[in-house]
């Protein structure tokens, strides 16, 4: 049975709930564990501490850790599989080093260009999303990301379903652009060499969680 690992909501503290809570999650040995926010209330030193411990303990048990958060930093840390979603509707999936590198949905480009980085060899694109969010009752026809996309192509966004696109296997993306045109998007994060050049892209990683 799935066994629920919440943040505390509480702010500044040194993160003892949350490890106590952790170790009660996979005290059963429970098959899978959902873990919804858990150190988005904690300062970044104690929440680095907590993620650990998470991952350590995960590692220890081989459960399956469903992971929900909004900061992509720590997503990209810990996570094998990433699902982007949007007002409720999946956008897009795949391993993290597909949702991580183009061809990418046009949120997951604006979720990754708000990412903070403070490494001074990494350059990154600012997307600035307009509008309002629409409510998640009542969400726009169309794409739900439609009246927010500074991508958008036209009125076929506003009025049918996006299909899902394969862009590899077992990464797919709900757009109305084609993937030629999604694969040609420029990177959102790159890296700089002193000099002011681009190196040549790193090889995938083997362990998401390295
Ligand atoms: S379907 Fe249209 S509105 Fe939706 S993400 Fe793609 S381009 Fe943007």
Request: net charge negative.
């Amino acid at each position: 049975m799935p066994v629920p690992l919440w943040a505390s909501g509480h702010t500044g503290h040194d993160g003892h709930e949350e490890a106590v809570g952790i170790a009660r999650a996979f005290a059963g040995n429970p098959s899978l564990v959902v873990a919804d926010e858990p150190v988005s209330a904690l300062d970044v030193s104690v929440a680095a501490a907590v993620t650990g411990l998470l991952m350590d303990i995960q590692r220890q048990y081989r459960t399956t850790l469903l992971f929900i958060s909004h900061d992509l930093s720590l997503v990209r840390y810990l996570a094998d599989r990433v699902v982007v979603m949007y007002l409720g509707n999946i956008v897009e999936q795949g391993t993290t080093d597909d949702v991580f590198a183009p061809p990418y949905h046009p949120y997951t480009e604006a979720l990754l260009s708000a990412v903070p980085i403070a490494d001074t060899s990494i350059e990154k694109k600012r997307i600035i999303l307009e509008g309002v969010l629409p409510s998640v009752v009542n969400p726009p026809k169309g794409c739900p990301f439609n009246t927010r996309c500074p991508r958008k192509i036209g009125d076929i966004c506003e009025t049918e379903k996006p299909p899902e696109i394969e862009a590899s296997p077992g990464h797919t993306i709900a757009c109305h652009i084609p993937l030629a045109d999604l694969e040609a998007v420029e990177p959102v994060i790159v890296q700089v060499d002193k000099d002011g050049s681009t190196p040549p892209p790193e090889p995938a990683r083997e362990n998401a969680a390295e």
